[in-house]
T-cell receptor
Framework: GQNIDQPTEMTATEGAIVQINCTYQ??????LFWYQQHAGEAPTFLSY????GLEEKGRFSSFLSRSKGYSYLLLKELQMKDSASYLC???????????FGTGTRLQVFP | ETGVTQTPRHLVMGMTNKKSLKCEQH?????MYWYKQSAKKPLELMFV???????ENNSVPSRFSPECPNSSHLFLHLHTLQPEDSALYLC????????????FGQGTRLTVV
């Protein structure tokens, strides 16, 4: 089986840093994705981690620990436009078919 | 704009109607997907087509019927739907056989009345 868990909602202040956690249980591991989805829009790709460690991409970074079944998305210098849902996803074992968590809805306040 | 286009963006249909959702991509991808996104639930994979062949059907009711006439187009034919089928239906595509990113369309917001 495959299970992906992430918090339902988070709030943060403009200019702050926020960390969105994701835990996963899979029968195998083929990497972990993060997507951003603004209300009424398509999910867009943010990051893909397959090795342990932190990968930085501008204001967004993603971390993976395969031994702990754990990932997080770190957003720095938050902007109002970062208010969106952040979806954690992992391919089903031995396939490239993505299985998604419920998403974390982030609200950024002034 | 992700290169995956879905029409219509919004659809309201009665339980006895027949309608179709359309998805189009010109990214040269070989795999196309239909997902269902309901409120407060994870994105659910419905159908997968790879090289125009259906390779997965995740126990979706027969009132949803997919069609993939070529690698650039994907349809979802709908008939005798139920109110609980109201959701956002997302199409995605990716290069088949590789651990790469799926590109999503903006979805069709379906309401069944």
């Amino acid at each position: 089986g495959q299970n992906i868990d992430q918090p339902t909602e988070m709030t943060a202040t403009e200019g702050a840093i926020v960390q969105i956690n994701c835990t996963y249980q899979t029968s195998g591991f083929n990497g972990l994705f993060w997507y951003q989805q603004h209300a009424g829009e398509a999910p867009t790709f943010l990051s893909y981690n397959v090795l342990d460690g932190l990968e930085e991409k501008g204001r967004f970074s993603s971390f993976l620990s395969r031994s702990k079944g754990y990932s997080y998305l770190l957003l720095k210098e938050l902007q109002m436009k970062d208010s969106a849902s952040y979806l954690c996803a992992a391919p089903r074992y031995n396939t490239d078919k993505l299985i998604f968590g419920t998403g974390t809805r982030l609200q950024v306040f002034p | 704009e992700t290169g995956v286009t879905q029409t219509p963006r919004h659809l309201v249909m009665g339980m006895t109607n027949k309608k179709s959702l359309k998805c189009e991509q010109h990214l040269g991808h070989n795999a196309m997907y239909w997902y269902k996104q309901s409120a407060k639930k994870p994105l659910e994979l419905m159908f997968v087509y790879s090289l125009e062949e259906r390779v997965e059907n995740n126990s979706v009711p027969s009132r949803f019927s997919p069609e993939c006439p070529n690698s650039s187009h994907l349809f979802l034919h709908l008939h005798t739907l139920q109110p609980e089928d109201s959701a956002l239906y997302l199409c995605a595509s990716s290069p088949a056989g590789d651990r790469v990113v799926s590109f999503f369309g903006q979805g069709t917001r379906l309401t069944v009345v």
